[in-house]
């Protein structure tokens, strides 16, 4: 029987973790953070782990003080999507992390340290509003915010708009909302383009189909070199 935590490695030269739900997040992490290592805008110390969906991430975060080299880390930072309610959401993290690591963290996400020195905080995707407020929805909410640009064929943001409709006109003809909206207008705009038909979100990330420079992501550019600050 796996132990407690064991899909959960821990490096000790890597004292700065990324906890994330799900392969798609990970793998969009990973390209993202590539971006800021090589812009010089952030070191190359963090380890991403994904811990799987949401209910998963939750019970993980309730063993993960059990890991080998738990004690040798100095922060994390855990990423999920905000889905309905980015309150419910955030509120959601902030019971999880009271139970796991007995601290009290804001609605917010701030960093706070731990009575072992270790801080801790959260980002809920697709990020924040003009107020600082966490916005309802998902990583696909946030890669249609940050789309390089449209094909040649296209001006302005004209495929997002046509991908819309396409997915109006669905939901109208089957008289039932679709179940996943979020995923699938990211990927009926993918499915209009040559380069990036049939890509997942971490390989049209890797296929550089997403602005990293945008500023949609400054919230999570400012929650890393937080992390890696130690500030």
Do not use: W
């Not at 999507?81 to 980015?86: F, K, L, T």
């Not at 789309?147 to 006109?169: C, M, T, V």
Request: overall charge negative; some cysteine.
């Amino acid at each position: 029987m796996p132990k407690k935590g064991e899909s959960i490695k821990l490096i000790p030269k890597i004292p700065y973790v990324i906890l994330c739900e799900g392969r798609d997040e990970e793998l969009f992490l990973r390209c993202y953070v590539s971006h800021l290592v090589e812009g010089k805008v952030a070191p190359d110390t963090f380890n991403i782990i994904n811990l799987g969906g949401n209910e998963e991430l939750q019970k993980k975060l309730r063993v993960l003080h059990s890991v080998e080299y738990y004690d040798h880390m100095q922060g994390f930072l855990i990423i999920r999507d905000a889905e309905a309610s980015a309150v419910n959401a955030a509120r959601s993290l902030q019971k999880s992390m009271n139970a796991a690591f007995d601290m009290d963290i804001p609605l917010d996400g701030r960093f706070t340290q731990n009575s072992e020195g270790i801080r801790f905080g959260f980002v809920l995707l697709p990020g924040k509003n003009d107020e600082g407020d966490f916005c309802d929805g998902t990583l696909e909410d946030l890669c249609c915010q940050i789309l390089r640009e449209s094909p040649k064929e296209f001006s302005g943001n004209d495929l997002l708009k046509l991908s819309h409709s396409y997915l109006e006109a669905v939901e109208q003809k089957r008289q039932t909302p679709l179940r996943t909206a979020h995923k699938n207008q990211l990927h009926a705009y993918l499915s209009g383009t040559d380069r990036f038909v049939g890509l997942k979100i971490g390989e049209a990330a890797r296929a550089q189909c997403f602005d990293f420079s945008s500023p949609a992501l400054d919230f999570l550019k400012e929650a890393l070199i937080q992390l890696s600050s130690g500030n």
